[in-house]
């Protein structure tokens, strides 16, 4: 019962900056983890970045430095920096988070994507 709202995406220069955000709603009280994925074309899905419900994060090599992922819990929301963008990062992102209840145990769900295009 997570519902995920993503917005953000667009068409960027190389070397500009996009902020991604993601608003959840349903039974936001059981949400643990955020994150972003995201998957280019032709490609696998693949891990962007984490942040626990304790502010820790984590990034995925390619874009340590260059984006940064935070959470605002009192708005149930997560967000993606991008900074100095490049063509490779093209993708459709999508928001995730975990839920954990005791009688569900772990759950993920995931937005529906939004796309983020970076032109040279």
């Known amino acids: 019962q997570v519902h995920l709202v993503e917005s953000g995406g667009g068409l960027v220069q190389a070397g500009g900056s996009l902020r991604l955000s993601c608003a959840a709603s349903?039974?936001?009280?059981?949400?643990?983890?955020m994150g972003w994925y995201r998957q280019a074309p032709g490609k696998q899905r693949e891990w962007v970045a984490t942040?626990?419900?304790?502010?820790?994060?984590n990034y995925r090599n390619s874009v340590v430095g260059r984006f940064t992922i935070s959470r605002d819990n009192a708005k149930n929301s997560v967000y993606l920096q991008m900074n100095s963008l490049k063509p490779e990062d093209t993708a459709v992102y999508y928001c995730t988070c975990t839920t954990s209840l005791a009688y569900a145990g772990l759950r993920t769900h995931w937005g529906q994507g939004t796309q983020v295009t970076v032109s040279s």
């Open positions: 349903g039974s936001t009280f059981s949400i643990t983890t």
């Open positions: 942040v626990s419900s304790g502010g820790n994060t």
